[in-house]
């Protein structure tokens, strides 16, 4: 389909303006066995291109699903229609952005496809790892599903640039409730919105431990029904990765996004607390805190060669030793914020969820660096705290700066030992003071590699899977939110 649509786009593309088409071709199945009884799979294909027109100061955009040659006209003389209408009306001239002339073509890591078994024996695997998750009548649901997503994606511009993506996804999940004297608690593999998210095929599986998790969950589960609530006061916190994906994604991630610094998502999901002026010189955290935007982990979910304003990705850091360093910002929102801040510099990370949505900016992989901390230096370090893992609910305020997040699984920390599981912990605070509260950072070995497929932002809304790795990491003095809180 790709080779087609690139001889079409050469004959009906206009000569007379600049223009981008991206075109993409996705392939979903998602399948779910739950109280061991399988659901009706579900697969689907969505294909579509987006065609952007820019001429005489303004900009347009359209899409459409086909992708005949007569489509593809179509498109572009839409497009071409709202270029006209939005000239020197825009609060940037879409003339004055770089040419965009990068080649080249990106091809995610699958080792073993997930369409190399049988529908029969993907189901078979999810029923025996569902009936493992179940192993007395104190779990009341139980639950596997796998979903996995296969892309393809072609973008040519007028500039000469051209670049072809394939990547493929796979996102399985194990959940259990128990309920016991009275008390219903939910644990789940890595996150009731489904943490264990990468590229790859069936080795994801693998490496997120599928086939074992439904005995793990279980246990989890029975154990948190019967465990104590989990005490409140100001006391030390250890977040484990999954917990810490949650934390990076909506204290960090969200409030660097620079169309929203810039104003854009105030309408629909608020600001964010920092401002251009922060950049270079703003203690966003601790010495300890180092901040990437890397696509180039070859498992990380959002991994690619090339965003969706065919700039070429490379990591960079976010924040370098505690320092905030540059925003989420694609060439679009870096031209306007140049207006006011000409040395400001961005990443590649200009992404749209479909095929009939604009790019705008979004976090990709965005990810901690590694400390020097093993996990039994950090619990030898608290003397009162909570050992937290698996984000189950979160608030944020519409500047992205006060929180409070709930997390499914918890566990005291007392004399630097590991004491007992509570239930329902959580914590608050202010995403302006909390990094800077960061007084361990974990090593290597407890860095994991997770992600979610459900990140919601724009208008009309658009919904992007992101990764998000972290090793784990210990904070000073939070506020800890249970029970008696």
Sequence with gaps: MLDRIDTLTQRVAPSDARWTLRAVDEVCE????RQDVAEAPQRSRDAGAMVSVAVGGGLGH???????EAGLADAFARAGRLADATAGRMVFDPDELPAVTARGRYDGVVRHPVQSTSLRERLALLREVCASARPDARIVDWSASLLSVEVEQLLLTSDGGRSEQRWSATMPHVQATAHAAGV???????????GWCQQGGLEVLERARFAGEGPRVAAEAIELAHAPPCPGGTMDVLLMPDQMLLQIHESIGHPLDLDRILGDERNFAGTSFVTLDMFGQYAYGSELLNVTYDPTRPEQIASFGFDDEGEPAQRRHLIENGVLVRPLGGAVSLARARALRPDLAGVATARASSW?????DRMSNLNIEPGTSSLDEMIASIELGVLMRTNVSWSIDDSRNKFQFGCEWGRMIRGGRLAEVVRDPGYRGISATFWRSLAMVGDASTYEVMGTPYCGKGEPSQMVRVGHASPACKFSGVAVVGASA
Excluded: F, H
């Design 30 to 33: 998602a399948l779910n066995v």
């Design 62 to 68: 359209a899409a459409t699903a086909d992708l005949s």
């Design 184 to 194: 219903t608690q939910t644990r789940s593999s890595a996150g009731q919105y489904n």
């Design 356 to 360: 009939n949505r604009a790019p705008i």
